[in-house]
């Protein structure tokens, strides 16, 4: 149980439905020594605060807990945690995610379960409390903020059955858990999808725009962390865009309407940034951000996607330190880069799916392609980091100039756009050792990602920036799918030029013709991929295009069948509730 739950005060009822649905304990008849009366546990308007903010932070956490960013990437065609001499083997658990050969052994199985049921049961405890106020101007409310509180809390509780929904399929649906002492059984996925779109559009009404939460004596203090109408709405639309795969009937005309709606203002005003780093960078939570809905972030607090579980091990170990100058939190860790685009001689790979440098590459004006530098002063250029990683070193007073080394062995690492044993290899040079695949890597292989700023020690601004669940580009690129398929290339090619033209030089030929005449699939997959590399969304995206299974990318063959578009319910998970059925194919 996380560090952050030792100092809640879970009510009882609730605390039992909790270890139920998450085999948290077994021995339920132990004298409980902690615990608040029911009738005495909202006394106070700052209770009720607690009360409703409570589950939102398990929902911070639980973007990369358990490995639910992990297998999300690692199982698509643009991550890879190799085997870097004998560095993440960890038995195979890395390789089964890439071949998708997991079982129900592994650990993210259950995991990832978890931590979607301990937030959906958090969310549905806290709402329960909210209903139970029956006058809210005895807690020094209003009814309008106390409608406002359940309706973000039952968009909290939808968004995180969406996420076991894509991850599963087949799951519970938890409405209530107050006296409830075991878990029930699963719904069909329509019933789940239905039960999603109901919460949402319910929601909306009750939930607030950014600007109304906005308070005008401190109109810098953030809001981003608040669900409003739009972060609602674009919840819906990602039902809708998904809608096909989850339940077999095709919702992409209402996606589009959602997205049309979220654009033309109608659940607040939102505009795109004018930078690409913009949506990643310290200044996020600003209210002219394009984020829709985030979690706030500091350096001595909460900071999630700057754990190991997710971007801050995605750098090689001396990157964060020696390189970027941040030393607060000691030596990164090479759990995550990019799937090779080229074999250990430089030949790019003939598959259409993987390669996302290459896919960056295709466009070689974008501004993204630059190498990961500070410029000082709370700012960055680039997005990856390859080659050569210079730094100065100084020992006994006198510096020199020095790259990054890795740890098996004292030569500089050049990172590149390949996997293999290249040791001390410099670039150009061909090595006789032709192995490529996720148990023969060295700590030269596969360039990384560094879409969130790693700014230096010495910045104020280090490790601030919110982590971006939603933005409004992500909506302009659902209509422009929604469009494509509906045969309106033209209409695509101008949603999607909207967003990416920050990605190019003023009047670059990179962006699409405006008849959209080089859209086809792939493209229109490669663009996703191109805009959200590393968001949590990869795996998804290639089921919906249909390619998740019969794909082939790097040394990834295609799957037998398609039950690996869905995961296994882990071991713990079915041994904790008698009811529950495995997923086909498991």
């Avoid at 409980?32 to 006394?43: C, G, P, R, T």
């Avoid at 690409?276 to 350096?299: C, H, K, M, R």
């Avoid at 890597?441 to 230096?456: L, Q, R, T, W």
Wanted: with cysteine; hydrophobic share 35%.
């Amino acid at each position: 149980m996380k560090k952050y739950l030792r100092s809640i005060k879970v009510k009882a009822g609730a605390l039992i439905a909790f270890m139920a649905l998450t085999n948290s304990c077994t021995k339920l008849d132990e004298q409980v020594y902690d615990k608040v009366a029911e009738s005495n546990f909202l006394q106070r308007r700052d209770d009720v605060i607690r009360d409703f903010l409570r589950p939102f932070e398990h929902a911070y956490w639980s973007i990369q807990g358990n490995d639910v960013f992990a297998v999300n990437e690692d199982s698509s065609d643009e991550f890879g945690t190799y085997n870097r001499q004998g560095d993440w083997q960890d038995g195979g658990y890395y390789a089964r995610m890439h071949y998708h050969t997991w079982t129900i052994n592994d650990g993210f199985t259950s995991g990832a379960w978890t931590a979607f049921y301990q937030g959906i049961v958090l969310a549905t405890n806290s709402l329960q409390d909210m209903e139970s106020i029956q006058d809210p101007a005895k807690l020094n409310l209003t009814p309008a903020e106390l409608a406002d509180f359940k309706a973000e809390l039952r968009t909290l509780r939808a968004w995180f059955h969406l996420r076991a929904l894509d991850f599963y399929r087949n799951i519970e649906v938890i409405k209530e858990v107050k006296n409830i002492t075991q878990g029930s059984k699963q719904v069909s996925p329509q019933e789940a999808f239905n039960f999603i779109e109901t919460e949402l559009r319910e929601s909306i009404a009750d939930l607030p725009t950014r600007a109304t939460l906005i308070k005008p004596e401190n109109p810098e203090i953030s809001t981003i962390g608040r669900w409003t109408k739009a972060g609602a709405a674009a919840l819906l639309a990602r039902l809708y865009l998904n809608s096909k795969v989850y339940t077999g009937v095709d919702k992409f005309a209402d996606c589009a309407v959602i997205c049309q709606e979220i654009i033309d203002g109608k659940y607040g005003n939102y505009q795109l940034d004018t930078r690409w780093d913009a949506p990643f960078d310290y200044t996020n939570t600003q209210p002219n951000s394009e984020v829709i809905y985030g979690f706030p972030s500091s350096l001595t607090r909460t900071h999630w996607q700057y754990d190991g579980g997710m971007y801050f091990w995605g750098m090689t170990y001396d990157a964060a330190p020696l390189y970027c100058g941040f030393t607060d939190f000691g030596q990164s860790n090479p759990r995550y880069a990019l799937q090779p685009g080229r074999d250990v001689d430089s030949v790019e790979y003939s598959h259409k799916l993987g390669k996302p440098f290459v896919k960056f590459q295709k466009y070689p004006d974008d501004v993204r392609l630059k190498l990961y530098k500070n410029l000082g002063n709370s700012k960055r250029e680039g997005m990856f980091l390859y080659g050569y990683l210079p730094f100065v070193r100084t020992v006994n007073g006198v510096s020199r100039p020095d790259t990054v080394r890795g740890n098996k062995g004292n030569y500089p690492l050049f990172i590149r756009d390949q996997v293999g044993m290249f040791l001390g290899t410099k670039p150009g040079n061909k090595i006789a050792d032709k192995v490529s695949n996720m148990d023969h890597a060295d700590h030269n292989s596969g360039i990384f990602m560094v879409k969130y700023p790693v700014y230096p020690s010495t910045d104020a601004n280090r490790i601030t920036s919110a982590y971006a669940e939603i933005r409004l580009s992500e909506v302009y690129y659902m209509l422009a799918e929604c469009r494509y398929r509906a045969g309106d290339r033209a209409g695509a090619a101008t949603l999607l030029n909207t967003v990416r033209k920050r990605n190019y030089p003023e009047g670059s030929l990179s962006l699409y013709r405006p008849d959209g005449s080089q859209l086809d699939d792939q493209e229109m997959l490669d663009e996703w991929g191109r805009e959200f590399l590393g968001e949590n969304r990869r795996r998804t995206d290639l089921i919906r295009w249909g390619v998740f299974n019969t794909g082939t990318w790097w040394d990834k063959k295609p799957d037998g069948d398609k039950h690996t578009e869905i995961f296994p319910i882990g071991r713990s998970i079915m041994n904790a509730n008698p009811q529950l059925v495995q997923n086909p194919g498991y």
